[in-house]
């Protein structure tokens, strides 16, 4: 059973730093690109950060560039965002999902996790 489960939540005061980590099982994700995605109380999900297949490219979403990192290990089949900075807005459910190329984030043969909760007061 393929599985992306994401970890290293909490409650965090702004300012302050979290990592959250998304660990894959039952297969390899090292062709597929990953990404993170949050969704906000009452907000459509969005697009935080994204990795390439092989790290080749990065891309980070304006309101995170700067404070967020993300990082792959495929060889130990994870993925990691470094959240520095935070703020109150980046409260939020975190969700990694992988795709394989040429197939968009909601496709067919991504593949996503059930999402681990942010709270950053202020």
């Known amino acids: 059973q393929v599985q992306l489960v994401e970890s290293g939540g909490g409650l965090v005061q702004a300012g302050g730093s979290l990592r959250l980590s998304c660990a894959a099982s039952g297969r390899s994700f090292s062709t597929y690109a990953m990404a993170w995605f949050r969704q906000a109380p009452e907000k459509e999900r969005e697009i935080v950060a994204s990795?390439?297949?092989?790290?080749?490219?990065?891309d980070y979403a304006d309101s995170v560039k700067g404070r967020f990192t993300i990082s792959r290990n495929d060889t130990k089949n994870t993925m990691d965002l470094q959240m520095d900075s935070l703020v109150p807005e980046d409260t939020a459910v975190y969700y990694c999902t992988a795709a394989p190329r040429g197939s968009g984030w909601y496709g067919s043969m991504s593949y996503w996790g059930k999402g681990t909760l942010v709270t950053v007061s202020s």
């Open positions: 990795v390439t297949y092989g790290e080749t490219t990065r």
